[in-house]
Protein backbone atom coordinates (compact mmCIF):
# COMPACT_ATOMS: atom_id res chain seq x y z
CA UNK A 1 0.00 0.00 0.00
CA UNK A 2 3.02 2.25 0.39
CA UNK A 3 4.78 1.97 -3.01
CA UNK A 4 2.29 2.68 -5.57
CA UNK A 5 4.81 1.71 -8.18
CA UNK A 6 5.33 -1.86 -7.28
CA UNK A 7 1.45 -2.09 -7.19
CA UNK A 8 1.32 -0.55 -10.44
CA UNK A 9 4.36 -3.02 -11.86
CA UNK A 10 2.87 -6.30 -10.18
CA UNK A 11 -0.77 -5.16 -11.73
CA UNK A 12 0.62 -4.59 -15.13
CA UNK A 13 1.64 -8.39 -15.22
CA UNK A 14 -2.42 -8.82 -15.76
CA UNK A 15 -3.88 -5.79 -16.72
CA UNK A 16 -3.61 -3.43 -19.77
CA UNK A 17 -3.38 -0.20 -18.66
CA UNK A 18 -4.00 0.84 -21.65
CA UNK A 19 -7.32 0.31 -21.19
CA UNK A 20 -9.58 1.48 -18.31
CA UNK A 21 -9.22 -0.15 -14.68
CA UNK A 22 -11.26 -0.20 -11.48
CA UNK A 23 -8.68 0.68 -8.52
CA UNK A 24 -10.71 -0.82 -5.99
CA UNK A 25 -9.15 0.28 -2.29
CA UNK A 26 -11.70 -1.11 0.17
CA UNK A 27 -10.59 -1.68 3.81
CA UNK A 28 -6.87 -0.87 3.00
CA UNK A 29 -6.27 2.88 2.40
CA UNK A 30 -6.43 3.67 6.48
CA UNK A 31 -3.29 0.95 6.85
CA UNK A 32 -1.47 4.48 5.18
CA UNK A 33 -2.02 6.34 8.18
CA UNK A 34 -0.47 9.32 7.39
CA UNK A 35 -3.36 11.17 5.12
CA UNK A 36 -0.45 13.20 2.69
CA UNK A 37 0.79 10.21 2.10
CA UNK A 38 -2.22 8.29 1.11
CA UNK A 39 -3.38 10.72 -0.63
CA UNK A 40 -0.19 10.86 -2.84
CA UNK A 41 -0.79 6.70 -2.90
CA UNK A 42 -4.31 7.41 -4.54
CA UNK A 43 -2.66 10.34 -7.13
CA UNK A 44 -0.14 7.93 -8.39
CA UNK A 45 -2.24 5.02 -9.17
CA UNK A 46 -4.53 7.11 -11.07
CA UNK A 47 -2.10 8.78 -12.91
CA UNK A 48 -1.33 5.38 -14.27
CA UNK A 49 -5.38 4.66 -15.19
CA UNK A 50 -6.43 6.20 -18.72
CA UNK A 51 -9.58 8.17 -18.62
CA UNK A 52 -13.22 6.17 -17.85
CA UNK A 53 -11.24 4.05 -14.90
CA UNK A 54 -12.91 3.63 -11.61
CA UNK A 55 -11.48 4.51 -8.02
CA UNK A 56 -13.46 2.82 -5.00
CA UNK A 57 -12.35 3.79 -1.53
CA UNK A 58 -13.85 2.63 1.75
CA UNK A 59 -12.10 4.00 5.05
CA UNK A 60 -13.49 3.93 8.98
CA UNK A 61 -15.04 7.60 9.19
CA UNK A 62 -13.66 10.04 11.96
CA UNK A 63 -16.71 12.47 11.87
CA UNK A 64 -19.67 10.54 11.16
CA UNK A 65 -20.11 8.11 14.46
CA UNK A 66 -17.93 8.48 17.65
CA UNK A 67 -18.01 4.98 17.98
CA UNK A 68 -15.87 4.31 14.81
CA UNK A 69 -13.43 6.28 16.47
CA UNK A 70 -13.46 4.03 19.54
CA UNK A 71 -13.10 0.70 17.54
CA UNK A 72 -10.08 2.63 15.87
CA UNK A 73 -8.33 2.99 19.03
CA UNK A 74 -9.14 -0.04 20.20
CA UNK A 75 -7.85 -1.79 16.72
CA UNK A 76 -4.02 0.65 17.39
CA UNK A 77 -4.16 -1.27 21.01
CA UNK A 78 -3.76 -4.46 19.73
CA UNK A 79 -3.38 -4.57 15.80
CA UNK A 80 0.31 -4.67 14.54
CA UNK A 81 -0.25 -2.70 11.58
CA UNK A 82 -2.26 1.25 12.95
CA UNK A 83 -5.21 2.24 10.91
CA UNK A 84 -6.08 5.77 10.74
CA UNK A 85 -10.28 7.02 10.72
CA UNK A 86 -10.82 10.01 7.94
CA UNK A 87 -12.96 12.86 7.63
CA UNK A 88 -15.52 13.28 5.25
CA UNK A 89 -13.58 16.32 3.50
CA UNK A 90 -10.44 13.57 3.61
CA UNK A 91 -12.46 10.97 1.37
CA UNK A 92 -13.53 13.87 -0.43
CA UNK A 93 -9.62 15.21 -1.23
CA UNK A 94 -9.50 11.13 -2.86
CA UNK A 95 -11.72 11.85 -5.41
CA UNK A 96 -10.67 15.48 -6.13
CA UNK A 97 -10.49 15.71 -10.16
CA UNK A 98 -12.85 12.62 -10.31
CA UNK A 99 -16.20 12.75 -11.70
CA UNK A 100 -17.57 11.46 -8.40
CA UNK A 101 -20.79 9.03 -9.41
CA UNK A 102 -24.17 9.55 -7.40
CA UNK A 103 -24.56 9.18 -4.97
CA UNK A 104 -21.19 10.68 -4.04
CA UNK A 105 -19.00 10.22 -0.44
CA UNK A 106 -21.50 8.67 1.83
CA UNK A 107 -21.57 5.37 4.22
CA UNK A 108 -20.72 3.00 2.35
CA UNK A 109 -24.72 0.66 2.97
CA UNK A 110 -25.96 4.20 1.53
CA UNK A 111 -24.02 3.66 -1.68
CA UNK A 112 -26.33 1.99 -3.61
CA UNK A 113 -27.92 -0.11 -1.50
CA UNK A 114 -29.24 -3.19 -3.32
CA UNK A 115 -33.22 -3.45 -3.67
CA UNK A 116 -34.99 -4.24 -0.83
CA UNK A 117 -32.00 -3.59 1.36
CA UNK A 118 -33.03 -1.04 4.38
CA UNK A 119 -31.54 2.58 3.48
CA UNK A 120 -29.34 4.05 5.97
CA UNK A 121 -28.54 1.22 8.09
CA UNK A 122 -24.95 1.36 9.25
CA UNK A 123 -22.51 -1.83 9.27
CA UNK A 124 -22.01 -3.96 12.08
CA UNK A 125 -19.05 -5.53 13.26
CA UNK A 126 -19.39 -8.48 15.02
CA UNK A 127 -23.37 -7.91 14.73
CA UNK A 128 -22.74 -6.06 17.69
CA UNK A 129 -20.98 -2.35 17.49
CA UNK A 130 -22.29 0.19 14.69
CA UNK A 131 -19.63 1.16 12.51
CA UNK A 132 -19.78 4.30 10.38
CA UNK A 133 -17.42 4.00 6.73
CA UNK A 134 -17.66 5.90 4.35
CA UNK A 135 -17.43 5.30 0.84
CA UNK A 136 -17.56 6.45 -2.77
CA UNK A 137 -16.73 5.59 -6.34
CA UNK A 138 -15.13 8.25 -8.71
CA UNK A 139 -14.19 7.98 -12.67
CA UNK A 140 -11.40 9.56 -13.83
CA UNK A 141 -12.60 12.22 -16.28
CA UNK A 142 -9.04 13.84 -17.78
CA UNK A 143 -9.34 14.68 -21.39
CA UNK A 144 -5.85 13.89 -21.80
CA UNK A 145 -6.16 10.52 -21.23
CA UNK A 146 -4.17 10.83 -17.80
CA UNK A 147 -5.06 12.40 -14.52
CA UNK A 148 -3.07 14.58 -13.08
CA UNK A 149 -1.13 13.29 -10.44
CA UNK A 150 0.28 16.57 -9.03
C1 LIG B 1 -9.88 -5.13 6.04
S1 LIG B 1 -8.84 -6.11 5.01
C2 LIG B 1 -9.33 -5.56 3.42
C3 LIG B 1 -9.20 -6.63 2.37
C4 LIG B 1 -9.40 -6.14 0.94
N1 LIG B 1 -10.71 -5.53 0.77
C5 LIG B 1 -9.21 -7.27 -0.05
O1 LIG B 1 -10.18 -7.64 -0.73
O2 LIG B 1 -8.12 -7.80 -0.13
C6 LIG B 1 -7.28 -5.30 5.23
C7 LIG B 1 -6.17 -5.94 4.46
O3 LIG B 1 -5.00 -5.11 4.50
C8 LIG B 1 -3.88 -5.94 4.64
N2 LIG B 1 -2.77 -5.17 5.21
C9 LIG B 1 -2.80 -4.38 6.28
N3 LIG B 1 -1.59 -3.82 6.52
C10 LIG B 1 -0.78 -4.26 5.55
C11 LIG B 1 0.60 -4.04 5.25
N4 LIG B 1 1.35 -3.22 6.00
N5 LIG B 1 1.10 -4.65 4.18
C12 LIG B 1 0.33 -5.45 3.42
N6 LIG B 1 -0.98 -5.70 3.65
C13 LIG B 1 -1.52 -5.12 4.71
C14 LIG B 1 -4.36 -7.07 5.53
O4 LIG B 1 -3.59 -8.22 5.38
C15 LIG B 1 -5.77 -7.30 4.99
O5 LIG B 1 -5.76 -8.22 3.93
Same mark, same amino acid.
Given at each position: ?????????? #???????? !??????????? !?? $??????????????? #?????????? /??????????????? $???????GSA? /??????????????????????? $????????????? #?GVR???????? !??? /??? /??????????????
Open positions: MHDPAAILAM #AARTLDFG !QPVAFIMLGIL !QF $VVDYQRSLDVVRRLL #AAAPSGSYLA /IDVPASDMDPATLEA $VRAWNRVK /IAARSYAEVAGYFEKLEVLEPGV $VMMNDWRPAPGSP #AARVGGRRP !QAM /INS /IGSCWSTSGRSDPA
